[in-house]
């Protein structure tokens, strides 16, 4: 029989080891559907792979659709290290897309511009985070509910506009008019839709890592997730950890809101985020919840995303591989993080 | 106003409630057994999504609507069982197990769904379950034909709700899942096996969850949409919470829920004055949200809520 033991201590190379270990039996697990869809599996991994990062304009594709995981990842990986349940990232984007939205149509000078717009993005993501853990501070409400539901109501808030006060009349297409072509992020590389905003959510993730790992808020934080009641014996002010770490989390998803604005669709439409929001969760899982492995995590994830486009393009595979893919992984790595603490001992049948 | 009153008492608003409640009923009382053995299963939605895909394909191919939702069952349970063997067995935190079913489960009902019928413009349908009007009962004025003339799915899951009742607070099951829901060591050591028992309470919610699923794709609307489920897995666990973990009560709320749905849905129609359909359609979730805000504060959740469970460790 077999079972679980503590281990009681973790070698050094398992803990890096573990999200590629993860990876890989994803892999190995999903292309059985490849399979059943009468695929080849090395041809169509073979296609995601050279389709996300075979060439320089590959991976500045990916890059770009790494960007917003990137943030989304930061949001949700501090808001779980204090235990705050923030399942509600992708409203936050949608509300820092939004607002973003409202400061790019103002015509003036494109750096006030692109400053104010990712001033005003991360508060309205900051304020959306601020309702679940409000809730959950004043009134013992489940934050991961409710931070669920509010992405229901700021997505509504969003269609109510594009199909309302927004509605292209010209068209009649339920989009956003485009903001000012001064605010438009910079493109960093000719040809490519690499934008500024990649940058400044790969400079975040090292940022976040030292909030995280060497300033008070962020021992305050980690305390706050590992024991809140020794954080309480310690005189930290829970509750307002709990807030804090709430504005900061929704700052950061709003952020990945403004940089598809700013950097990629130049205006608001439905479909803005494809789920960036959720898989930001399985980005900061697969991060084991530290910033600086955020950037590795998003990006594999933004190569499946974009390359499952191109494989189901070349394959017939249906796309929506790539949010199986994602599902498993996050499974994956749950399992896999199991290992860290225990490991599998075969004990006699008496046991 | 009062045109909104008589709206409330027409027979065609009544039957909406009853229908917009059946699938939240279903899911609302899966959630529930899931929780009260203290595993919080946030799969539902993805749960949902997924039977809802199986039971339409299979009642599509076989042209066997009974065999559709017999199919949504057993998803339902087997993706229940793959959500108690990550949090049950292997002790993993229920809140991410919760998501990453969910988007498994989406995930693969949208690639299984494109793998079978491909891309079409107009998306298939079936010819779904029919009303069966009750004898005798479906007569009663205005009850009667707005509860009694009914998909019979509907009257499984009027049905549903004190059989619940009946098997959690009359069984010595019933009695095993409230113990291991609220404490888990001393139902160890009365000899019930905490394990098993919440692999079958969660099995157990996974199957109603499935049943959900199926009423939404093979009674409500006769196909598999991608917004299918859209959020009625969500309001399920809020309305067990509103419902304080118990069946009466969770279909109750659920049933309160319905009414704020369609009355959403006859103001939308109604079309009054400029306020955009959306405000309606968040109205909801928004009330959702307060209404945990009140009922929260004194919400007594099962204790072992969330908590894994391992013997040796004491």
Redesign the interface.
């Known amino acids: 029989m077999l079972r ?1 033991e503590a281990r009681t201590s973790t070698p050094a190379w398992f803990n890096l080891a573990l999200p590629l270990i993860a990876i890989a039996v994803t892999l190995v697990l999903c292309s059985g ?1 490849i399979a ?2 009468g695929a080849g599996v090395v041809e169509a991994y073979g296609v995601m792979l050279s389709a996300s990062l075979g060439d320089s304009y590959a991976i500045t594709e990916t890059l770009v659709r790494a960007a917003p995981m990137i943030f989304t990842g930061l949001a949700v990986a501090i808001a779980f290290r204090a235990k705050f ?1 923030n ?1 509600g990232a992708e409203g936050q984007l949608l509300a820092g897309a939004v607002a973003s939205c409202f400061v790019g149509a103002i015509p003036m000078p494109g750096y006030l511009a692109m400053l104010l717009m990712a001033l005003v993005g991360a508060a309205a993501g900051a304020l959306v985070a601020l309702v679940p853990a409000t ?1 959950r501070v004043k ?4 934050d ?3 931070s ?3 992405n ?2 700021i997505y ?2 969003l ?2 506009l594009i ?2 006060r927004w509605k292209d009349t010209f068209s009649g297409y339920p989009i956003s008019p485009p903001i000012e072509d001064s605010a438009n992020l910079p493109v960093l590389i000719e040809g490519t839709r690499l934008h500024l905003g990649v940058v400044v959510a790969l400079i975040a993730a090292p940022l976040c890592w030292f909030l995280i790992a060497r300033t008070t808020l962020g021992f305050r934080i980690r305390v706050t997730g590992e024991n809140p009641e020794a954080a309480r014996y310690g005189g930290i002010n829970v509750q307002r950890v709990l807030l804090s770490t709430a504005l900061l989390s929704g700052a950061l998803a709003g952020l990945a809101g403004v940089g598809e604005v700013g950097g990629v669709h130049f205006q608001v439409m439905s479909d803005i985020s494809p789920g960036y929001g ?1 898989s930001g ?2 980005v900061a ?1 697969l991060a084991r919840l530290n910033p600086l492995g955020v950037v590795p995590a998003a990006i594999f994830l933004a190569a499946v995303m974009t390359g499952a486009e191109a494989m189901s393009r070349a394959t017939g595979v ?1 796309a ?9 992984a ?2 994956a790595m ?2 896999a ?2 290992f860290t603490a225990y490991r599998i001992r075969r004990v006699g049948a008496q046991a | 106003m009062s045109a909104v009153f008589e709206q409330i008492f027409q027979v065609g608003f009544l039957a909406a409630i009853i229908r917009i409640a059946t699938p939240l009923a279903f899911a609302t009382l899966g959630e529930m057994f899931s929780e009260r053995a203290g595993v919080l299963n946030l799969g539902i939605e993805g749960i949902m999504l997924l039977s809802a895909m199986a039971g339409f394909t299979a009642a599509s191919l076989s042209g066997s609507l009974w065999l559709g939702v017999l199919v949504a069952v057993l998803v339902g349970a087997l993706m229940g069982a793959l959500h108690a063997l990550f949090t049950v067995a292997l002790g993993l935190s229920q809140h991410v197990c919760g998501i990453g079913v969910t988007l498994f489960c989406s995930g693969l009902a949208y690639f299984l769904y494109r793998l079978i019928f491909g891309q079409q413009s107009v998306p298939p349908s079936i010819d779904g379950f029919k009303p069966v009007p009750i004898p005798l009962l479906a007569d009663i004025p205005v009850l009667g034909p707005a509860v009694f003339n009914q998909f019979t799915l509907v009257y499984l899951a009027i049905i549903a709700i004190p059989l619940a009742a009946l098997v959690l607070y009359r069984t010595p099951w019933g009695l095993s899942v409230r113990m291991v829901g609220e404490n888990p060591r001393a139902a160890d050591s009365a000899g019930v096996s905490v394990v098993a028992t919440r692999f079958q309470a969660v099995i157990l919610g996974g199957a109603l969850m499935g049943l959900a699923g199926a009423f939404l794709t093979m009674a409500q609307f006769n196909a598999f949409t991608f917004g299918v489920v859209s959020g009625r897995g969500w309001v399920a666990i809020a309305l067990v919470v509103f419902g304080r973990w118990d069946p009466w009560r969770s279909a109750g709320a659920a049933l309160l829920f319905a009414f704020v749905d369609a009355l959403q849905l006859r103001m939308q129609a109604s079309g009054l004055g400029h306020i955009p359909y959306e405000a309606f359609l968040m109205l909801p979730f928004i009330f959702t949200i307060v209404a945990m805000a009140f009922m929260s504060r004194n919400a007594v959740a099962p204790s072992a809520l969330l908590k894994p469970f391992r013997r040796e460790e004491r």
């Open positions: 679980l559907l059943v869809a349940w399942i809730l009134f013992k409400v489940d991961v509910v409710s669920l539901l509010l229901s109501v509504y808030a269609m109510a199909e309302g959720y969760i399985v899982m249906p929506f591989l790539s949010d199986v893919i994602q599902g498993t996050l499974l749950l399992v993080l199991l």
